[in-house]
C-alpha cells in the first residue's frame, strides 16, 4: 500500500510529497495527517511540494483541509516549494489556498512555522517531544 | 485540420486521472509546449478526467496531437455516458458544485485551455473538448 511517510522534526511534522498523487491517496495522507498531529501534539505542520508538478482543485482542497483540520488541532501549516509554473496555473484555475501560508523552501518554511508556533505562545506540550 | 497522433485511454479509477495527466505531459512535451502550457493543461486535463469519473460515473479520454495551418496544438476528448449536464450555462459559472467539489474544475479549465467545448444530453452522456496550441 502506497503511503506518503510524516516525519516528526522538532514541535514540527514534515511531510514531502515526491509522487504525482491520486486522489485516495491524497485522502490518506489527510487523515494520516490528522492522525499524527494527534499522537505527536506537534504544533506545525511544514508540507513541501517542491516535487508536484501540478496543483489542481483536489489537492489544493487536500491542502487547505489539512490547514483546516491543523488550526483545530492546535497547529500551523506552512506549504513550501511551490514551483512558478504550478503557482502561475493556480492562479489561472482560480484556486485560493485558504488559510495555508507559504514559504519558498523548506529552511524558510521551517522559520516561518517555528515563528508561528512562537507567536501562539508555546503551552509546554510540544517542545519536549 | 489534421491529426497527427490519436491515444485513447480509459478513464474509471482515481489511478487513471493520474495516467491521463502523465500522457498529457509527455504529448505537450513532446509538440514543445512551455513548462508553463504544460502545466496549464495538464491541470486542465485532471479536471476533466475527475469530473468524468465523479459526475459521469467514469468514460474514456482521447488525446490528439493537431496540427492545424502550421500550428500544432494538442486535443483532449472527454466522453461519459452518464447522466449528463442539465443547465451548462451554470456548470461554467465559478462555484458551482453537484459533487461536493469546489466548482471550479469546468470554469478554471476552460480558463487554462484556449477552445473548449461541451455537448452534453441529458440522460445519454457528456463529451468535453479542451484544445491547447503551441504559442509561437
Not at chain 1, 517555528?114 to 508555546?122: K, Q, S
Not at chain 2, 493520474?18 to 491541470?43: M, P
Not at chain 2, 479549465?109 to 484544445?131: C, D, H, M, Q
Request: charged fraction near 25%; proline fraction near 2%; glycine fraction near 10%.
Amino acid at each position: 500500500m502506497e503511503q506518503i511517510p510524516i516525519l516528526k522534526v522538532g514541535r514540527c511534522l514534515l511531510v514531502s510529497i515526491q509522487i504525482d498523487m491520486h486522489d485516495k491517496l491524497a485522502l490518506a495522507l489527510q487523515d494520516d495527517l490528522t492522525q499524527r498531529l494527534v499522537e505527536t501534539r506537534a504544533r506545525g505542520v511544514l508540507i513541501d511540494i517542491s516535487a508536484l508538478d501540478l496543483v489542481d482543485s483536489f489537492i489544493g482542497r487536500m491542502l487547505s483541509n489539512i490547514a483546516a483540520m491543523a488550526r483545530v488541532l492546535d497547529a500551523q501549516t506552512v506549504v513550501v516549494g511551490m514551483r512558478p509554473q504550478v503557482a502561475i496555473t493556480l492562479v489561472e484555475l482560480g484556486l485560493t489556498l485558504t488559510g495555508i501560508q507559504t514559504a519558498l523552501d523548506v529552511d524558510r518554511g521551517l522559520a516561518l512555522v517555528n515563528r508561528l508556533i512562537d507567536a501562539e505562545g508555546d503551552d509546554g506540550a510540544g517542545g519536549a517531544h | 485540420m489534421q491529426v497527427e497522433r490519436t491515444s485513447t485511454l480509459e478513464v474509471r479509477t482515481p489511478e487513471d486521472v493520474v495516467k491521463v495527466r502523465q500522457e498529457v505531459r509527455n504529448r505537450t512535451a513532446a509538440v514543445g509546449f512551455s513548462l508553463v502550457d504544460q502545466t496549464k493543461f495538464v491541470t486542465a486535463a485532471s479536471e476533466i478526467a475527475r469530473n468524468t469519473i465523479d459526475h459521469g460515473g467514469g468514460g474514456h479520454a482521447r488525446v490528439e496531437t493537431i496540427l492545424l495551418a502550421g500550428r500544432r496544438g494538442v486535443r483532449l476528448t472527454f466522453e461519459d455516458e452518464g447522466p449528463g449536464i442539465a443547465n451548462i450555462a451554470l456548470a461554467m459559472q465559478d462555484g458551482y458544485s453537484t459533487g461536493g467539489g469546489l466548482g471550479m474544475g469546468m470554469p478554471g479549465s476552460k480558463r487554462l485551455s484556449n477552445e473548449f467545448y461541451v455537448e452534453s444530453t441529458p440522460g445519454k452522456g457528456t463529451k468535453v473538448t479542451l484544445v491547447r496550441w503551441k504559442s509561437s
